[in-house]
C-alpha cells in the first residue's frame, strides 16, 4: 500500500516480451498490484495475465476500466502508433505512453527528421541521391526490418529493390560511423530525467555478423558513452520542446538510438517506447522508484522525480530459436534450472505445464555485478544453465565494454 491509496496500486503492463517482463519485475519491486494483456509465463508469476491483444485498444480499454487499474503501462510501439494511450487517456485512465501524434516520433521517419530538423537536433542527413555508402530506411514501422546499411553498389540496389518491395516510402540518408548508444528519457512535455545509457547489439552473430534481428542482448553502463545529462540536453530537450511547440507534447519514454561519431552524438531514430533488450539491462540498474515516475509522467507532472542508480552494471544475453530471425518456432521444451541471474521470458508459452518456446526471441538471461566483467560472468553462467533444441545466443554480448 502506498500513502494516498487505501490499496496497493493497480498496474495493467500491455505487451509480452522480455521488455514488458523487466517492466513488470521492476514495477513488482515496488509493490504494485500486477496485470498483464497479454503478458507471458514469466509475467504470470508476477502478474494475473489477461488474454487481450496489445494491438487491440477495443479490448485493452475496457479492460483496464473493469480492472479500475490507476496506471497503464504501454510495452510496444504498435499500440501507441494506433492510438492506445489516446483511448485510455479519453476514458480518464492513466497512461505511460505517448499520443499517436507524439508517437509519430518512431512511427514516421519523415516526422523525426522534420522535428529534428526544426529542434537543431544532429542527424545522419537525407540524401537527394541514392550513392554508396548510405543507409537506405523504409518510412513506417518495420519492425526493424525496413533498414538497410549499404557500403557498395551492389548492395544499394538490392536496398532499393527491398524498400520498393515493402511498398511504403522510404529515404536514403548518410551512413554514419562509430558506436551505437541507445538513451532513454522519461518524458512528461518538456520535463525529463535520463536512465542509464546501454548499448545492444543487433546482429545475429557474433562479432556483428549476420543479419539484423530485434537485438540479442544489451549492457549497461556504457564506460565510452558521453555524460547521460548531456544528451539529454542536447538531443532529447530540444526534440520534446519541439514536439510540445506544435501542439504535441510527449508524455512516456523517449528512445533515442545514436552513433558516437567522430562530430559527436547522432542521432539514427527516435523511438517512442523503452528498447528492447535495453530495458533489461537498464531496470536492474535502478535503487526503485520506476512506479513513482511511471505514475507522475502518466500525471503529467515529473517535477521532483529523480531515479537514483544502484552502482550497479548489468549484461543481458538474450537466447534465440533455431532459426531466428528468418523465423521463430513453438512447442520445443525449454529446460531450465534455477539461476542466479534474472531470467526475462519473451518468446515463451506453458503446453500442458510445461514451458516451451513460443517465437523467435525465447529468454533474456540478465547478470548484475560490481562491473561489466562480473555482471557478464554471470549472465553467461546461467544461460548455460538453459538448455532446448536449436538454442542459439551470441557468446560476445559486452566482451569489449
Ligand atoms: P533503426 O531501425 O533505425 O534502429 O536501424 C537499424 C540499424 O541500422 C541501426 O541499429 C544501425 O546499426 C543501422 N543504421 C541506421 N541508420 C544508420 C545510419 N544513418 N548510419 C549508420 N547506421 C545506421
Ligand atoms: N533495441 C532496439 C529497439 O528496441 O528498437
Given at each position: 500500500?502506498?500513502?494516498?491509496?487505501?490499496?496497493?496500486v493497480?498496474?495493467?503492463?500491455?505487451?509480452?516480451?522480455?521488455?514488458?517482463?523487466?517492466?513488470?519485475?521492476?514495477?513488482?519491486?515496488?509493490?504494485?498490484?500486477?496485470?498483464?494483456?497479454?503478458?507471458?509465463?514469466?509475467?504470470?508469476?508476477?502478474?494475473?495475465?489477461?488474454?487481450?491483444?496489445?494491438?487491440?485498444?477495443?479490448?485493452?480499454?475496457?479492460?483496464?476500466a473493469?480492472?479500475e487499474?490507476?496506471?497503464?503501462?504501454?510495452?510496444?510501439?504498435?499500440?501507441?502508433?494506433?492510438?492506445?494511450?489516446?483511448?485510455?487517456?479519453?476514458?480518464?485512465?492513466?497512461?505511460?505512453?505517448?499520443?499517436?501524434?507524439?508517437?509519430?516520433?518512431?512511427?514516421?521517419?519523415?516526422?523525426?527528421?522534420?522535428?529534428?530538423?526544426?529542434?537543431?537536433?544532429?542527424t545522419?542527413?537525407?540524401?537527394a541521391?541514392?550513392?554508396?555508402?548510405?543507409?537506405?530506411?523504409?518510412?513506417?514501422?518495420?519492425?526493424?526490418?525496413?533498414?538497410?546499411?549499404?557500403?557498395?553498389?551492389?548492395?544499394?540496389?538490392?536496398?532499393?529493390?527491398?524498400?520498393?518491395?515493402l511498398?511504403?516510402?522510404?529515404h536514403?540518408?548518410?551512413?554514419?560511423?562509430?558506436?551505437?548508444?541507445?538513451?532513454?528519457?522519461?518524458?512528461?512535455?518538456?520535463?525529463?530525467?535520463?536512465?542509464?545509457?546501454?548499448?545492444?547489439?543487433?546482429?545475429?552473430?557474433?562479432?556483428?555478423?549476420?543479419?539484423?534481428?530485434?537485438?540479442?542482448?544489451?549492457?549497461?553502463?556504457?564506460?565510452?558513452?558521453?555524460?547521460?545529462?548531456?544528451?539529454?540536453?542536447?538531443?532529447?530537450?530540444?526534440?520534446?520542446?519541439?514536439?510540445?511547440?506544435?501542439?504535441t507534447?510527449?508524455?512516456?519514454?523517449?528512445?533515442?538510438?545514436?552513433?558516437?561519431?567522430?562530430?559527436?552524438?547522432q542521432?539514427?531514430?527516435?523511438?517512442?517506447?523503452?528498447?528492447?533488450?535495453?530495458?533489461?539491462?537498464?531496470?536492474?540498474?535502478l535503487?526503485?522508484?520506476?512506479?513513482?515516475?511511471?505514475?507522475?509522467?502518466?500525471?503529467?507532472?515529473?517535477?521532483?522525480?529523480?531515479?537514483?542508480?544502484?552502482?550497479?552494471a548489468?549484461?543481458?544475453?538474450?537466447?534465440?530459436?533455431?532459426?531466428?530471425?528468418?523465423?521463430?518456432?513453438?512447442?520445443?521444451?525449454?529446460?531450465?534450472?534455477?539461476?542466479?541471474?534474472?531470467?526475462?521470458?519473451?518468446?515463451?508459452?506453458?503446453?500442458?505445464?510445461?514451458?516451451?518456446?513460443?517465437?523467435?526471441?525465447?529468454?533474456?538471461?540478465?547478470?548484475?555485478?560490481?562491473?561489466?566483467?562480473?555482471?557478464?560472468?554471470?549472465?553467461?553462467?546461467?544461460?548455460?544453465?538453459?538448455?532446448?533444441?536449436?538454442?542459439?545466443?551470441?557468446?560476445?554480448?559486452?566482451?569489449?565494454?
Amino acid at each position: 500500500m502506498r500513502p494516498g491509496y487505501d490499496r496497493a496500486v493497480k498496474v495493467l503492463v500491455v505487451g509480452s516480451g522480455g521488455r514488458e517482463h523487466a517492466l513488470a519485475w521492476a514495477l513488482a519491486r515496488d509493490g504494485v498490484e500486477l496485470h498483464a494483456a497479454p503478458g507471458n509465463p514469466g509475467i504470470a508469476a508476477l502478474a494475473s495475465c489477461h488474454p487481450v491483444r496489445a494491438e487491440d485498444p477495443a479490448s485493452v480499454v475496457p479492460l483496464a476500466a473493469e480492472l479500475e487499474v490507476d496506471l497503464v503501462v504501454v510495452g510496444p510501439e504498435a499500440p501507441l502508433v494506433i492510438g492506445l494511450a489516446d483511448a485510455l487517456r479519453r476514458r480518464g485512465i492513466p497512461v505511460f505512453g505517448p499520443s499517436a501524434a507524439a508517437a509519430q516520433i518512431e512511427g514516421s521517419k519523415a516526422f523525426a527528421k522534420d522535428v529534428m530538423e526544426a529542434a537543431g537536433v544532429p542527424t545522419a542527413r537525407t540524401l537527394a541521391v541514392a550513392r554508396p555508402p548510405c543507409v537506405v530506411k523504409a518510412d513506417g514501422l518495420a519492425a526493424g526490418k525496413g533498414v538497410w546499411v549499404c557500403r557498395d553498389q551492389a548492395a544499394l540496389d538490392a536496398a532499393l529493390r527491398a524498400a520498393q518491395a515493402l511498398g511504403q516510402p522510404f529515404h536514403v540518408e548518410e551512413l554514419l560511423e562509430g558506436p551505437e548508444l541507445s538513451v532513454f528519457a522519461i518524458a512528461a512535455g518538456e520535463q525529463a530525467v535520463a536512465l542509464p545509457a546501454a548499448r545492444d547489439f543487433k546482429r545475429i552473430g557474433d562479432g556483428d555478423t549476420g543479419p539484423n534481428t530485434g537485438g540479442m542482448g544489451s549492457y549497461s553502463p556504457v564506460a565510452d558513452a558521453p555524460d547521460v545529462g548531456e544528451i539529454l540536453e542536447t538531443i532529447h530537450r530540444p526534440v520534446l520542446r519541439e514536439l510540445a511547440r506544435r501542439g504535441t507534447p510527449f508524455f512516456g519514454l523517449l528512445y533515442g538510438g545514436l552513433i558516437l561519431t567522430e562530430q559527436g552524438p547522432q542521432v539514427i531514430e527516435f523511438n517512442c517506447r523503452f528498447g528492447d533488450p535495453e530495458t533489461q539491462s537498464v531496470l536492474p540498474l535502478l535503487e526503485g522508484g520506476l512506479l513513482e515516475a511511471l505514475a507522475a509522467t502518466a500525471a503529467g507532472d515529473l517535477g521532483g522525480v529523480a531515479l537514483p542508480t544502484n552502482g550497479l552494471a548489468a549484461v543481458t544475453v538474450v537466447i534465440a530459436s533455431r532459426d531466428y530471425p528468418e523465423r521463430g518456432e513453438s512447442g520445443t521444451p525449454i529446460d531450465m534450472e534455477a539461476t542466479e541471474a534474472l531470467v526475462f521470458h519473451a518468446g515463451t508459452a506453458l503446453q500442458e505445464g510445461r514451458l516451451v518456446t513460443n517465437g523467435g526471441r525465447i529468454l533474456n538471461v540478465v547478470g548484475t555485478g560490481a562491473s561489466i566483467a562480473e555482471a557478464r560472468s554471470a549472465a553467461y553462467a546461467s544461460v548455460a544453465r538453459i538448455d532446448f533444441a536449436g538454442m542459439q545466443f551470441r557468446t560476445d554480448i559486452a566482451t569489449n565494454a
